[in-house]
């Protein structure tokens, strides 16, 4: 089976193999280090694109097929661009209980996208957790690593607002 490119496959054919000739070489092409090479194909692109799933299947000598169900069989694994910033709401407990579902929907407000979507422009994807694991400052939200608690649909504008003007 052969993997489809996707519309969002906008990188030449160099930028894939030069990017993953350098992620190759700290492997020895062992079937068994397919995870970590596709985790480490994903943080360099930011996404698992079709060609470098096809050159994974050729470093490992696996079928096509194989490296396209691992990587949508794990929910970590992104088969289209994600943005720059990642923002994730924790849906939880403790957090539910506290008002995550407003946070969540004021951020899909002020950002114009779903949970699982990505801004037109790729600056912003939105994505929700089972549990960010800081459960004393529920609700809580991160964008990329860095975590925010007690939060509130207001403090959602304010946290996008400062962080917009410092990029």
Do not use: W
Request: proline content about 4%; glycine content about 6%.
């Amino acid at each position: 089976m052969e993997v489809v490119p996707l519309a969002t496959d906008n990188l030449t054919k160099a930028d894939v193999q030069d990017k993953l000739k350098e992620i190759f070489s700290r492997h020895t092409g062992d079937r068994q280090e397919l995870i970590p090479i596709l985790q480490e194909t994903q943080e360099a692109f930011r996404y698992l694109p079709a060609a470098a799933m096809r050159e994974i299947s050729r470093f490992l000598h696996i079928p096509e097929s194989t490296v396209y169900g691992v990587s949508t069989f794990y929910a970590q694994f992104k088969l289209t661009p994600l943005g720059k910033k990642v923002v994730r709401v924790c849906r939880g407990t403790a957090c539910h209980v506290r008002g995550a579902g407003k946070v969540l929907t004021e951020m899909e407000k002020l950002l114009g996208i779903k949970a699982g979507e990505t801004t037109d422009d790729l600056e912003y994807s939105l994505e929700t957790v089972a549990c960010i694991g800081a459960c004393a400052l529920a609700p809580t939200m991160t964008i990329d690593n860095e975590t925010f608690g007690k939060m509130t649909p207001k403090k959602v504008a304010e946290v996008l607002g400062d962080r917009n003007k410092a990029q």
